[in-house]
C-alpha cells in the first residue's frame, strides 16, 4: 500500500482525485455493493420481519428453489434436531433454508459465520460465530448458546465448512472445506436427530480465480455472487433424518464429523443413478399351491438322516428334486412369491429353472400342515462337477460370474448357495433363519468335506442404488479369480471415495444407509449374518436374468466362523467338523 501511496503523489494532483474515482468504481463493480444496495432500495427489503425478507429477497432476485416440498416433508415437526449443509455460494442458501426450514421449525436457529450479517434483517435466526478460527475463545458464547438450543428441543442449521466450497488444488475440484467437529459434538451431547443437506450449484468463475490468489477475497466476492444467482433455480437435496444412535459407538468427533460431511454430499444429485426398468412384462398369476398332504407323503419317502433337525413344529430337511417333485414346485411358488415383494420375481407362474433338478434343496416344513416357510438351494460343487454334462458349465451362478480356474468352486468340495427366502410370516423373526443355518450345520456335520459355502446376497432394487453402490465400495476386495459379467458400473462420489481412505466404510455402513433410504432400513439382515462368519466379498454382479437383481458375490469357511457362531450352528458336530479340517 505505501508503494501505491508513493507512486499516487507522483501523479499530478487534478488527475489524482481521477484515479481514485475510477479505481473505487473497479472495485464496485467488481465487489457489486452499488447493486446490493439498489436492490435493498429498489424492492423496499430494509425494515422488513425475517420472513418477509427472506422471500421478498428471493422474489426481487427471480430465484426459483427445487426440493423444498421433500425437504420439508423430511424435517421433524419438534425435538433435538441438527441440520446441516454444504455451502456452494455464501450467501442466498443460508436465506434459502432458513426461510424454508424455520416454515416447519419455527425455533429455527442457524449458527452462521460473520458474513451473513450483512442481512440484518435475518438477525433473528442467527448465532453468531468465526468458523475461520475454530478454536478462538469468542466463539465460546456463540456455541454455548447453539447447545442450549438444541438440549431445550430446538432445530439448528449449520455450514460446518465455515466458508464457501472453494477450489482445492489436491482434489482438482470444487469442494467442501472439512467441517467445524461442532456438528458432530451438537449431535452427540444432545442426542438429536441429524439431517444432510446438500445445495447444488456453483459461484462465478471469477469468484474461484480470485480465492486461489488470496482466500479472503472470497468474503468480499460475495455481495456480486449473491446477485448473480438472479433468475436462476437452487436445487436442495435432503437426507433422510439419521438418529442419533445409528452412528457407530466409539466413534471420535473428527472421524464423525467427516462422516456426516460425506453424508450430506451423498445427497448430490449428480451422485444419482435409476436401476433399470423391469425386464417382466406382466406377472403372471401363481400357480396353486401344492397341498400339505402331497408335501408329506413325499416327505415320509426320504431317508431318516434328510431330517436334520426338528423344533416345535418345524422340521428341516435336505433332499432331491426326483425325490420331491412336487415338494420343489411348492419351494418355486413361494420363492416367487417373496422375490416379487422385492421386485426380484421373474414373473412367471413359479421361479424355477434347470438347476433345481440338480441342486440341493434344504428347507423347512410345518409338520402339521406341511407347509413350507423357507429354503435355500445348494449346489453340492462335487457332486455337480461330476454329473456335468461334457461343455457345460453346472454352476448357476457362473451366468452371473466369470470363475477361474482357482476360484474355490474348482479347488476342493464346496457348497454354492441360493435362491433363500422365508416366508412372510417368519420375515421379522430370527427363528426361521437360525433353523435354515442350523440345518446348513448338521448338513455339512454330514458331509464333513464340505469346507466353504459360497453364493450371493441379493440386494433388493428396493435399495437405492447409492446404498448398493456404498456396500460393494465397504465390503468387496476385488479378485481377479471372480469377476461380474454385468457390473453394477456406478461409482461411489468422489468425496465419500476420500472418506474411505481415511476412516472404514463399512463401520458406517448402517449410518449412511439411514441417511439415503427413505425408509431407515439397514443392510439385509443375512449379510449381517455373513459379515458375522467373517464372509469374504468378491464382487459386486447384476443378474440380468432375475430382473437386474445386484448380488454380493461371498464365501465362508465354515471351520474358521467363530466359534459361538460354529457352536450354535453345528451343535455338538462342531468339534468333529473342525478336526476333519486337520486331517486334510
Given at each position: 500500500?505505501?508503494?501505491?501511496?508513493?507512486?499516487?503523489?507522483?501523479?499530478?494532483?487534478?488527475?489524482?482525485?481521477?484515479?481514485?474515482?475510477?479505481?473505487?468504481?473497479?472495485?464496485?463493480?467488481?465487489?457489486?455493493?452499488?447493486?446490493?444496495?439498489?436492490?435493498?432500495?429498489?424492492?423496499?427489503?430494509?425494515?422488513?420481519?425475517?420472513?418477509?425478507?427472506?422471500?421478498?429477497?428471493?422474489?426481487?432476485?427471480?430465484?426459483?428453489?427445487?426440493?423444498?416440498?421433500?425437504?420439508?416433508?423430511?424435517?421433524?415437526?419438534?425435538?433435538?434436531?441438527?441440520?446441516?449443509?454444504?455451502?456452494?455460494?455464501?450467501?442466498?442458501?443460508?436465506?434459502?433454508?432458513?426461510?424454508?426450514?424455520?416454515?416447519?421449525?419455527?425455533?429455527?436457529?442457524?449458527?452462521?459465520?460473520?458474513?451473513?450479517?450483512?442481512?440484518?434483517?435475518?438477525?433473528?435466526?442467527?448465532?453468531?460465530?468465526?468458523?475461520?478460527?475454530?478454536?478462538?475463545?469468542?466463539?465460546?458464547?456463540?456455541?454455548?448458546?447453539?447447545?442450549?438450543?438444541?438440549?431445550?428441543?430446538?432445530?439448528?442449521?449449520?455450514?460446518?465448512?465455515?466458508?464457501?466450497?472453494?477450489?482445492?488444488?489436491?482434489?482438482?475440484?470444487?469442494?467442501?472445506?472439512?467441517?467445524?467437529?461442532?456438528?458432530?459434538?451438537?449431535?452427540?451431547?444432545?442426542?438429536?436427530?441429524?439431517?444432510?443437506?446438500?445445495?447444488?450449484?456453483?459461484?462465478?468463475p471469477l469468484f474461484y480465480r480470485l480465492g486461489r490468489v488470496y482466500y479472503r477475497l472470497r468474503m468480499l466476492m460475495l455481495p456480486r455472487e449473491l446477485l448473480n444467482k438472479r433468475d436462476t433455480s437452487i436445487k436442495i437435496s435432503a437426507a433422510t433424518c439419521v438418529p442419533a444412535n445409528a452412528f457407530a459407538a466409539n466413534t471420535n468427533d473428527i472421524e464423525l464429523t467427516a462422516l456426516q460431511r460425506i453424508q450430506s454430499y451423498a445427497q448430490d444429485p449428480n451422485w444419482r443413478h435409476a436401476w433399470p426398468a423391469s425386464n417382466v412384462a406382466a406377472l403372471q398369476p401363481l400357480i396353486s399351491q401344492v397341498p400339505g398332504s402331497v408335501i408329506n407323503t413325499e416327505l415320509a419317502q426320504l431317508d431318516e438322516n434328510q431330517t436334520l433337525l426338528s423344533y416345535r413344529n418345524l422340521d428341516v430337511y435336505y433332499a432331491y428334486y426326483e425325490q420331491i417333485p412336487q415338494t420343489v414346485k411348492e419351494?418355486?411358488?413361494?420363492?416367487?412369491?417373496?422375490?416379487?415383494?422385492?421386485?426380484?420375481?421373474?414373473?412367471?407362474?413359479?421361479?424355477?429353472?434347470?438347476?433345481?433338478?440338480?441342486?440341493?434343496?434344504?428347507?423347512?416344513?410345518?409338520?402339521?400342515?406341511?407347509?413350507?416357510?423357507?429354503?435355500?438351494?445348494?449346489?453340492?460343487?462335487?457332486?455337480?462337477?461330476?454329473?456335468?454334462?461334457?461343455?457345460?458349465?453346472?454352476?448357476?451362478?457362473?451366468?452371473?460370474?466369470?470363475?477361474?480356474?482357482?476360484?474355490?468352486?474348482?479347488?476342493?468340495?464346496?457348497?454354492?448357495?441360493?435362491?433363500?427366502?422365508?416366508?412372510?410370516?417368519?420375515?421379522?423373526?430370527?427363528?426361521?433363519?437360525?433353523?435354515?443355518?442350523?440345518?446348513?450345520?448338521?448338513?455339512?456335520?454330514?458331509?464333513?468335506?464340505?469346507?466353504?459355502?459360497?453364493?450371493?446376497?441379493?440386494?433388493?432394487?428396493?435399495?437405492?442404488?447409492?446404498?448398493?453402490?456404498?456396500?460393494?465400495?465397504?465390503?468387496?476386495?476385488?479378485?481377479?479369480?471372480?469377476?461380474?459379467?454385468?457390473?453394477?458400473?456406478?461409482?461411489?462420489?468422489?468425496?465419500?471415495?476420500?472418506?474411505?481412505?481415511?476412516?472404514?466404510?463399512?463401520?458406517?455402513?448402517?449410518?449412511?444407509?439411514?441417511?439415503?433410504?427413505?425408509?431407515?432400513?439397514?443392510?439385509?439382515?443375512?449379510?449381517?449374518?455373513?459379515?458375522?462368519?467373517?464372509?469374504?466379498?468378491?464382487?459386486?454382479?447384476?443378474?440380468?436374468?432375475?430382473?437386474?437383481?445386484?448380488?454380493?458375490?461371498?464365501?465362508?469357511?465354515?471351520?474358521?466362523?467363530?466359534?459361538?457362531?460354529?457352536?450354535?450352528?453345528?451343535?455338538?458336530?462342531?468339534?468333529?467338523?473342525?478336526?476333519?479340517?486337520?486331517?486334510?
Open positions: 500500500m505505501t508503494t501505491a501511496i508513493t507512486l499516487l503523489n507522483l501523479v499530478p494532483q487534478e488527475k489524482q482525485t481521477a484515479i481514485l474515482n475510477g479505481v473505487m468504481s473497479l472495485l464496485d463493480k467488481l465487489l457489486a455493493i452499488h447493486r446490493l444496495d439498489n436492490l435493498y432500495r429498489e424492492h423496499h427489503l430494509t425494515g422488513l420481519n425475517k420472513e418477509a425478507f427472506a422471500r421478498a429477497l428471493l422474489d426481487a432476485l427471480n430465484v426459483t428453489t427445487d426440493g423444498t416440498d421433500v425437504l420439508q416433508q423430511k424435517i421433524p415437526r419438534d425435538g433435538p434436531l441438527v441440520i446441516a449443509s454444504n455451502h456452494p455460494f455464501g450467501g442466498i442458501e443460508g436465506v434459502i433454508l432458513a426461510y424454508v426450514v424455520g416454515q416447519v421449525r419455527p425455533d429455527l436457529k442457524v449458527l452462521a459465520n460473520q458474513g451473513l450479517a450483512l442481512f440484518t434483517e435475518l438477525k433473528d435466526y442467527f448465532i453468531f460465530t468465526n468458523p475461520l478460527s475454530e478454536r478462538d475463545p469468542k466463539n465460546a458464547p456463540s456455541l454455548r448458546e447453539s447447545l442450549r438450543h438444541v438440549k431445550q428441543g430446538g432445530a439448528l442449521l449449520i455450514f460446518p465448512a465455515g466458508r464457501v466450497s472453494y477450489y482445492q488444488a489436491d482434489k482438482k475440484r470444487i469442494s467442501e472445506h472439512q467441517w467445524n467437529r461442532i456438528v458432530a459434538s451438537l449431535v452427540t451431547r444432545t442426542g438429536a436427530q441429524y439431517l444432510a443437506l446438500f445445495v447444488s450449484g456453483e459461484n462465478s419351494i418355486a411358488r413361494l420363492r416367487e412369491l417373496v422375490f416379487r415383494q422385492h421386485d426380484e420375481g421373474s414373473g412367471n407362474p413359479l421361479d424355477t429353472d434347470d438347476f433345481d433338478k440338480t441342486y440341493t434343496h434344504l428347507f423347512i416344513v410345518e409338520r402339521d400342515l406341511g407347509r413350507i416357510i423357507g429354503a435355500y438351494r445348494m449346489g453340492q460343487s462335487d457332486r455337480l462337477l461330476a454329473n456335468a454334462s461334457l461343455g457345460i458349465d453346472p454352476f448357476y451362478l457362473s451366468a452371473m460370474f466369470n470363475f477361474s480356474a482357482d476360484f474355490i468352486n474348482r479347488q476342493a468340495p464346496c457348497l454354492e448357495m441360493g435362491r433363500s427366502f422365508l416366508i412372510p410370516e417368519y420375515q421379522n423373526s430370527f427363528q426361521g433363519l437360525l433353523l435354515l443355518w442350523r440345518g446348513i450345520g448338521r448338513f455339512v456335520c454330514q458331509f464333513p468335506q464340505y469346507r466353504t459355502l459360497y453364493g450371493t446376497v441379493s440386494l433388493s432394487k428396493l435399495y437405492d442404488p447409492r446404498s448398493v453402490s456404498l456396500i460393494e465400495h465397504a465390503l468387496v476386495t476385488p479378485t481377479r479369480s471372480a469377476t461380474a459379467r454385468t457390473q453394477l458400473g456406478f461409482s461411489v462420489s468422489p468425496e465419500i471415495a476420500d472418506f474411505a481412505k481415511q476412516y472404514p466404510l463399512e463401520k458406517h455402513l448402517t449410518s449412511l444407509l439411514a441417511g439415503i433410504e427413505s425408509d431407515g432400513k439397514d443392510i439385509p439382515i443375512l449379510l449381517k449374518h455373513y459379515q458375522k462368519l467373517s464372509a469374504k466379498f468378491h464382487c459386486l454382479g447384476i443378474d440380468s436374468n432375475f430382473n437386474h437383481t445386484p448380488g454380493l458375490l461371498l464365501s465362508v469357511e465354515l471351520a474358521k466362523a467363530p466359534e459361538k457362531l460354529g457352536r450354535l450352528y453345528l451343535g455338538d458336530g462342531w468339534e468333529t467338523y473342525k478336526c476333519h479340517q486337520e486331517s486334510q
